[in-house]
């Protein structure tokens, strides 16, 4: 992978981990909350579900399996099991929300599925546009 590809992984998990934390706080903070009850250890959980997820989806984007929707569930299906595996094992550490295996799936496949129609537009539009592009040429 060249130095773009690495620049533009990194932006995005970077750009996606920001986001989520700051809606993760303003949630908090609507809710009365003012400090995040779960501490360090639910950033670094975030941070490496995060990049489980972004990780399996830089995979599925460059699968050479047609059609494209068999790819993303050959991505995400693996990567599901190794986000609920994480969540497993953190529970290791201390006790698991009775709904933590829940809200993981909700949040994985959430942004998983934004990420996908995402990429999926920008594959129609970049096919679209190089097909314009040579009905004009000819």
């Known amino acids: 992978m060249n130095k773009k590809k690495w620049l533009r992984i990194v932006s995005i998990y970077s750009i996606i981990y920001t986001v989520i934390t700051l809606l993760n706080s303003v949630l908090y903070l609507c809710n009365g909350v003012y400090e995040d ?17 972004i990780a399996a989806f830089e995979l599925c984007t460059n699968l050479p399996v047609k059609p494209m929707l068999l790819r993303y569930l050959t991505a995400y299906i693996p990567s599901l099991l190794l986000a609920f595996a994480y969540v497993w094992f953190s529970g ?10 829940r809200d993981i799936w909700i949040n994985f496949t959430g942004l998983f599925v934004l990420l996908c129609i995402i990429n999926t537009a920008v594959y129609v539009f970049q096919k679209k546009r190089g097909q314009e592009g040579k009905g004009k040429k000819e």
Do not use: C, Q, V
């Open 37 to 53: 009850p779960s501490g360090n250890w639910h950033e670094l959980d975030r941070a490496m579900i995060l990049l489980i997820g």
């Open 92 to 101: 290791l550490r201390e006790p698991l929300a009775k709904t933590a295996y």
